[in-house]
Nanobody
Framework: VQLQASGGGLAQAGGSLRLSCVVS????????MAWFRQGPRKEREFVSA????????DYEDSVKGRFTISRNNAKNTVYLQMDGLKPEDTATYYC???????????????????WGQGTQVTVSS
């Protein structure tokens, strides 16, 4: 299974970016998917997750109301729409996927078995 993230770049504070993650080589429609991020000199942290059907979503408190996760199972793609960007959102963003049988909380990085390479998001003030 391969995950290819894209869509990162440079944005001004208050601006928007849309990240995409295309999954190949597996059964995407059965995976729960998530986005994590790692800023400079920080631990990797949970951003958002979405269930296999898209019916359930979860967000880290600091991004609630600004970020929206979605998926298109026909395109094997998960998205992260980021609006109202802040300088503290600057980080490398990683998409991750897990199988139905994987256990652990959806915000726990260790519960995801598939990871993308990361895409850099930089927000200027």
């Amino acid at each position: 299974v391969q995950l290819q993230a894209s869509g990162g770049g440079l944005a001004q504070a208050g601006g928007s970016l849309r990240l995409s993650c295309v999954v190949s080589g597996g059964t995407f429609s059965t995976y729960s998917m998530a986005w994590f991020r790692q800023g400079p000199r920080k631990e990797r942290e949970f951003v958002s997750a979405i269930g296999w059907s898209g019916g359930r979503t979860d967000y880290e408190d600091s991004v609630k109301g600004r970020f929206t996760i979605s998926r298109n199972n026909a395109k094997n793609t998960v998205y992260l729409q980021m609006d109202g960007l802040k300088p503290e959102d600057t980080a490398t963003y990683y998409c991750a996927g897990r199988e139905l049988m994987d256990i652990g909380g959806t915000s726990y990085a260790g519960s995801y078995r598939y990871w993308g390479q990361g895409t850099q998001v930089t927000v200027s003030s």
